[in-house]
């Protein structure tokens, strides 16, 4: 198979990380007998110092011309610090998200064997739990208009949403439960809010043409609590764009770390792969970053995108064998791990690596 | 002291555990010579039941009189079934809210010894866990315009701050924050809202006046998961309505259950005092629902609308004693409790009231 491959490390972190994911790319396609292309563009921080524009043309232009997209992360403290800053590294993700029409982002949760002690949950309430997340990517209160009126002392944001963007990532949910445990929980808050009674309307409304799926809805307080108290009720989970941001960052401690989750954003046109994990600063530049979620981004991207089911697995079970044989990062290690078994990046990069 | 107190038990088992709330309070004015006078009004879908209206007039006339309110919860699973419904049970409570000014929801997750067994958390996470979250109440997207365009295929919802409401429940965080372990966390989501920015803005702002607090910004999606990781962290947590919703929904995992956590709102008038727990209609009428939530809403309200401290310690005091003799609610007994332990609402409120 012959692809094209772009790769937008981002900031931080995200340069380390997605180095990683990349080698195991390339090792796939030397096993497998692929040819994967590369290329490479700035977003984030990296390209407003570069060009002052978060999201250039270029990078947009070589996205769209591309098969697929790994991408790592953008961010930068200096943005977090100053609410006023006009330009900001976050605008070129979402207006990555926007111009490609990613309206359905896939968090799975699952947890490895060998990282049940590695969460600050108990390991009987997590045994077992496997939730695939559709969090709603290009509409909500992300997009909708905001700003600020009477002389700058009162802000607001638009939560917005139609008909036709529930519709379509509820509908990818529901066929996902299909092959799945056939249950799906949609997340709103639907006694307050109006895009919520939308939101509710129309999976309601859905839920007769899959008459094999469960549907149940919760509101997003209750559900919030309900992923620590009892994982294991959910299977898949559809919700909007912010509380889609925050369900799936919690629940990255259901899988021990947020340094092992990965995501796929789908919709229109190319698919965009990334860790659900931020440009980590105060880690940057230390080496000790875990590259977990960069290479299962790119095992997503394989199997999603390329359809490669076999590559993909293959990625996720060279995995499984570093961490049977007691390899960690630093942020799933815990008081058991021998000292020497604790990796930095690139190390237990390589540990993969031997094992594809 | 003479005080007219309010009760609104409101809906579901909103009725069973506010009528053990009560009954403390009428044994603490006992015990200490107090003279507390009570009425009684509705609100919910019982006062939708009774007129149509989910805060009728009498009610928000009785509330304008009292000295304190005690509440128990509002909600029906009617309404949540029915995304059309045009008169629900919350729009009382938020109309209650907005009428009263309580724009400071006081949140305090605290875990009782006893109960560090009962979280899905583990023990060695939790142990000494002791946040005190301010939820501002009034403003955000709760109470922006919202509605439907486009022949009813669009929903929008406006979410709405003004410099002065995040500074008024910010000082009040700060001023906490002073009292107790001086660290002040603001959580917001500046990467991407305007009215998040605003906050971080004025929190900023006000930090130089308190040089002895640590303060510390986190975007909502990453509290959420420090939360469940490493709940020590946190003292006192400040955030706009929604985020104060679900995270501290999640949080009452670190005290074991919702049925044990108390809240306070209070702002320009009469305060009002609840659980943090809902309706819970699955278990309406079993009698088996935690009273102790609303019992210790009763010990915040002697303690903060009558600075009855003393008497607020000898209720906290009682609860620690039913819980140190082994007693349970269905909701916090564990694999490990002897079945006659497991006490029902009445049953586990008399065991409260003797300690006193
Ligand atoms: C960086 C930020 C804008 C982004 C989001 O909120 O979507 C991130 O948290 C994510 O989840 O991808
Ligand atoms: C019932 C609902 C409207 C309410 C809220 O969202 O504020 C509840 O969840 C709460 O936390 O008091």
Redesign the interface.
Known sequence: MKKNILIVPGDGIGQEVTEVGKKVLIKIAEKFGHEFIYDEALMGHVAIEATGNPLPDETLEKMRASDAILFGAV?HPK???D??AKV?P?QGL?KMRKELGLYANLRPIKLFDELLGAS???PE?LKGSDILFFRELTGD??F?E???K?DG????????????EVERIARKAFEAARTRGKKLCSVD??????????W??VV?ALAPEYPDITVE?Q????A??M????PRRFDVVVTAN??G??????A??IAGS?GMLASASVGDSTGVYEPIH?SGHDITGMGVANPMASVLSAALLLDISFGLKAESDAIISAIDQVLKAGFRTRDIADSTTAPELILGTDAIGEEILKRI
Chains 1, 2 share one sequence.
């Open positions: 961010g943005y977090d610090n609410p006023t900001r976050e979402l600050s949950i108990k309430i209160i992300y909708g905001k700003g600020r009477n002392d009162t802000a607001y944001d638009i939560a917005e949403y139609s008909r036709y808050k639907a006694n307050v809010l109006e895009t919520s009674r939308l509710r309307e309601q809805h509101f997003v307080d209750s919030a609590m992923l620590i108290k009892d912010l509380f941001d925050i369900l799936t960052d919690e990255s401690q947020m931020g």
